[in-house]
């Protein structure tokens, strides 16, 4: 019990059930404990006044046992209250020097904490007697009652109280094998044992004995003069059923079954629930696991596509490219030296030639590229809420988070699901797209100006490029005034051209590269950003699931083995005190 107990509390068992354990090794030290449970006005108090002689517990039609009475022995006192709702009764019968016996409220009484009271008292019992009546055997709530106690695994002895007020003995015998016939279909039991008794009628004759003994006079009216047993009253065998139940070896076999059983009943109900416990957090791994390949898919799927932006700006540079080649053969030629000398008409054309509106469709490509992975990374949040939202449902209609849970386990999982379903729900809520296109954006232009030396932060995109654009024309424009007027000559013109062209594209490339290699890498940077933000919400949550799946394993291992100790224990305990040996 105590390795149970151990074991338990590391995989963050049941409160109540590890506060049953506790109980439980204390338990093992008291006496044998008799429980009587049935329910209100079937006669418990009075079997057990009968069992006594003596009128020790009231009687009548009304409950009148409202709380837990355990009778032990020593004189003869008022109640004694030892706890809530329990009251102590001392008695001198030699019986009660080896066990107690223990009344309780019965099993359909009004208040429900009276029922509450009997089904927390039964685990203790090492031998439960159940009183049920002939006029009304095995109510719908007795047959309730009586599956609780099986839970336990009780040792069960059925007394069927008032055969005195039977219309005929053919009664006994149908309720009989009514009783028999439910115990065994639907309780799973073995043939049941039964005893019909009259336990007002055995506790008149047990009086009225005693008294004729002692000579007390019993003239009067008083019942307890009457002392003939009805011929089907059985409580005589009872008396002796009971006796030779309690002597030493079969008291020693029950009591030691009690605790086993209870032990058995606590193992199999906390492995169904750590099993439970454990396909909840499969489940919440399955969801995790899902999330990380939606972020692995996108992730894929954002690299793969976003070529095809990098391939249009090559387009865009490229169809620039050949404009420039057409405007260097048709513009560089010594009829037009006198345009070439103007430096503000010569720039003026090759913007209006060459470049054209190239910036304005760089600028919206990169637009472009921002709205779809600003697009993408709302959906793929979405995408995760809903993937949350919908497993949320599932445990909650599973009952795998309840509002008020009783473990650890549910305690840290509630809170750690909320942190993980929180900050996406925020950032869904937070998510302004074109505030993020516009920082990606402003990013993107001050990568661009710092890497082609344009001091032009005022400027849109678009401005920054057509500066780059126009000192690439200024510098070729520059160098071929330069060569015009320093060497003269038809054959030198050509060669020249042929110069600038290839200085053009070499520069063109170079832009074609420096784009490409900015795109490429600012596009890694948000797309980073935004998988390291989703994997900070799922990282803590899934460590803490590694760590219970963990926990639960080993706690199932530790538990399915005492399982099978607890099983040899009993079969230990039956071997060695055999019944009625």
Same mark, same amino acid.
């Given at each position: ?61 009304? #409950? ?158 008083? #019942? ?134 190239? #910036? ?133 013109? #050509? ?87």
């Amino acid at each position: 019990m105590l390795r149970v107990r151990d074991a338990l509390a590391r995989a963050d068992g049941s409160r109540a059930d590890l506060d049953r354990l506790a109980s439980l090794v204390g338990e093992m030290d008291e006496l044998f404990l008799l429980v009587v449970v049935g329910e209100y006005n079937s006669g418990k108090s009075t079997f057990i006044n009968a069992l006594l002689g003596d009128e020790v517990f009231a009687m009548g039609d009304l #409950p009148t046992t409202r709380a837990i009475s355990i009778l032990r022995y020593g004189e003869a006192a008022p109640p004694e209250a030892i706890g809530d709702n329990t009251y102590l009764y001392q008695y001198p019968l030699d019986l009660l020097r080896d066990l107690h016996i223990v009344d309780t409220p019965g099993t359909n009484s009004i208040e429900r904490m009276e029922e509450a009271l009997t089904r927390e008292f039964v685990p203790r019992a090492d031998l439960v007697l159940f009183v049920t009546s002939l006029l009304q055997p095995l109510t719908a709530s007795e047959l309730d009652f009586l599956a609780h106690i099986r839970e336990w695994g009780k040792k069960v002895v059925f007394i069927v109280n008032g055969v005195d007020r039977r219309n005929s003995d053919e009664q006994i015998d149908r309720v009989r094998e009514y009783l028999t016939r439910e115990i065994q279909t639907r309780l799973g039991a073995a043939t049941p044992t039964l005893y019909f008794i009259s336990a007002l009628q055995s506790l008149r004759t047990k009086v009225g004995a005693r008294r004729g003994a002692s000579g007390q006079a019993s003239s009067d009216a008083s #019942p307890v003069a009457v002392v003939e047993l009805d011929p089907r009253n059985q409580y005589p065998g009872l008396g002796r059923y009971v006796l030779k139940t309690l002597r030493e070896t079969d008291r020693v076999r029950l009591k030691l079954l009690t605790p086993l059983g209870v032990l058995r009943n606590l193992l199999k109900r906390n492995v169904a629930a750590l099993d439970s416990r454990l396909v909840v957090v499969h489940e919440d791994a399955r969801v995790l696991t899902s999330i990380r390949a939606q972020l692995e898919a996108y992730s894929k799927e954002m690299r793969t596509d976003a070529e095809r932006y990098l391939l249009e700006v090559r387009n865009v540079l490229y169809e620039m490219e050949r404009r420039g080649r057409s405007w260097f053969e048709r513009t560089i030629r010594i009829g037009n030296v006198n345009f070439l000398r103007n430096r503000d008409a010569v720039e003026n054309r090759f913007r209006a030639d060459v470049v054209q509106d190239s #910036p304005q469709a760089i600028e919206g490509v990169v637009h472009r590229m921002v709205d779809w992975t600003v697009q993408r990374n709302l959906k793929l949040w979405s995408s995760v809420f809903a993937e949350l939202d919908a497993h949320t449902a599932r445990l909650r209609e599973s009952g795998a988070l309840a509002p008020h849970g009783d473990t650890e386990f549910q305690y840290n999982r509630e809170e750690l699901f909320a942190r993980l379903r929180e900050p996406v729900e925020r950032r869904l809520g937070e998510f302004d797209t074109e505030r993020e296109a516009r920082q990606i954006v402003d990013s993107v232009k001050e990568a661009v100006t710092a890497a082609l030396g344009v001091n032009v932060l005022a400027l849109g995109l678009g401005g920054v490029l057509v500066a780059a654009f126009t000192t690439a024309a200024l510098d070729v424009t520059g160098v071929l005034t330069a060569t015009i007027f320093a060497i003269a000559g038809w054959l030198i013109i #050509p060669a020249r051209r042929r110069k600038l062209v290839a200085e053009f594209e070499a520069k063109i490339e170079k832009l074609n590269e420096d784009l490409a290699t900015l795109l490429s890498t600012k596009f890694e940077e948000q797309l980073t950003r935004y998988e390291r933000q989703l994997l900070e919400v799922v990282a803590p949550y899934e460590r803490f699931l590694e760590t219970e799946r963990a926990k639960l394993e080993s706690g199932l291992e530790e538990l399915r083995q005492a399982e099978r100790e607890v099983a040899a224990l009993e079969q230990r305990v039956v071997e060695t005190f055999p019944e009625g040996g």
